[in-house]
T-cell receptor
Framework: EAGVAQSPRYKIIEKRQSVAFWCNPISGHATLYWYQQILGQGPKLLIQFQNNGVVDDSQLPKDRFSAERLKGVDSTLKIQPAKLEDSAVYLC???????????????FGPGTRLTVL | EDQVTQSPEALRLQEGESSSLNCSYTVSGLRGLFWYRQDPGKGPEFLFTLYSAGEEKEKERLKATLTKKESFLHITAPKPEDSATYLCAVQAWGAQKLVFGQGTRLTINP
């Protein structure tokens, strides 16, 4: 079974530029997550999708971050404009079951390392 | 607010020297506690899920245990390939997201 795919793996941009990340979850997984992991810290949830609807985006900086999951499969996360503090690894994860009762494991992709200069 | 604190932040052991990593948590009703391993430049890799106090799970040289306030990841006779950052996370009842600790960076010297 193929894992969670992410691209690009690395990205370097200047502050105020825009950037987009792509995620393809494990086939059949209804729930998709985007996390931000700053160096030396644990991952922090940015946004959660269930199929193509947003479940939780309470920690997404909506003035500069946006995300979509068209057709309930692939997802893109965009930052516009980027700030220095956005330098981090952006992780995508997927989970098979939808709903709050399930505890099926979240499987993570390799992440995209973003450096903002 | 759900919180997870891991200790120590970093741990350096000699090959074969057993030890334990701690994960203390406060959560509004624990649905599950998760342990992940993360190697440099990679995403977290799932290790264990624990659901209730007293539960234990083992995988090779690793054993995870759970109480009502904390979890331990015991590593027995570690090898250099066990070097990684170990992340602990909790899921609360009624939530689908994980809340992570900051991780413990484990180094095993040959």
């Amino acid at each position: 079974e193929a894992g969670v795919a992410q691209s690009p793996r690395y990205k370097i941009i200047e502050k105020r530029q825009s950037v987009a990340f792509w995620c393809n979850p494990i086939s059949g997984h209804a729930t998709l997550y985007w996390y931000q992991q700053i160096l030396g810290q644990g991952p922090k949830l940015l946004i959660q999708f269930q199929n193509n609807g947003v479940v939780d985006d309470s920690q997404l900086p909506k003035d500069r971050f946006s995300a979509e999951r068209l057709k309930g499969v692939d997802s893109t996360l965009k930052i516009q404009p980027a700030k220095l503090e956005d330098s981090a690894v952006y992780l995508c994860a997927s989970r098979k079951l939808s709903g709050a009762g399930g505890t099926d494991t979240q499987y993570f992709g390799p992440g995209t390392r973003l450096t903002v200069l | 607010e759900d919180q997870v604190t891991q200790s120590p932040e970093a741990l350096r052991l000699q090959e074969g020297e057993s030890s334990s990593l701690n994960c203390s948590y406060t959560v509004s009703g624990l649905r599950g506690l998760f342990w992940y391993r993360q190697d440099p430049g990679k995403g977290p890799e799932f290790l264990f899920t624990l659901y209730s106090a007293g539960e234990e799970k083992e995988k090779e040289r690793l054993k995870a245990t759970l109480t009502k306030k904390e979890s331990f990841l015991h590593i027995t006779a570690p090898k250099p390939e066990d070097s990684a950052t170990y992340l602990c996370a909790v899921q609360a009842w009624g939530a689908q997201k994980l809340v992570f600790g900051q991780g413990t960076r484990l180094t095993i010297n040959p």
